[in-house]
């Protein structure tokens, strides 16, 4: 599970605002204890990238004072032409050398070069007796 001590705060940056939740565990399961939304100010992001990071930090600080947000477990949200999300097949290969050629197939299928980027992958569910595994390849201009 993604939860330490059962919370977990979900934050995705936009280019028009930032927008945040917090969920609990309980005894039920998971609650929303925090939503919170603020504005980015326009000279924040650029084309979609991060023009102004200290802005951007300034926003954040401020969701997580307002709203008394304690956590600093993140999952966070990115888009934009900063990130590359793509579906992909290969050959079925050792784990040792999976890492190496997620690495190789990160330079084809990506729009920017992979040395710039963190470059991360999750296998898929394939069907029994398949000749290749499927893969969701993710990468973030390391700038982002």
Known sequence: MLFSKGNLVGLDIG???????QLTST????????????????????????????????????IYKKHRIKNKNVALALSGPSVNIKKISIQHTS????????????DQYLSFDANDAYVD????PTMPGAKKIELL???AKKNM
Not at 95 to 106: G, S, T
Not at 121 to 124: C, D, K, M, N, V
């Open 95 to 106: 784990d040792d050398e999976l890492n190496e050629r997620v690495r190789w197939e990160a």
């Open 27 to 62: 005894h039920k399961g998971l609650s929303l204890s925090t939503l919170a939304i603020e504005n980015m100010p326009a000279m924040a992001m650029r084309d979609g990238e991060f023009f102004d990071c200290d802005l951007v930090a300034s926003v954040i600080s401020r």
């Open 121 to 124: 992958f999750q296998i898929l």
């Open 15 to 21: 280019s028009s605002c930032v927008k945040a939740v």
């Open 137 to 139: 390849l993710v990468a």
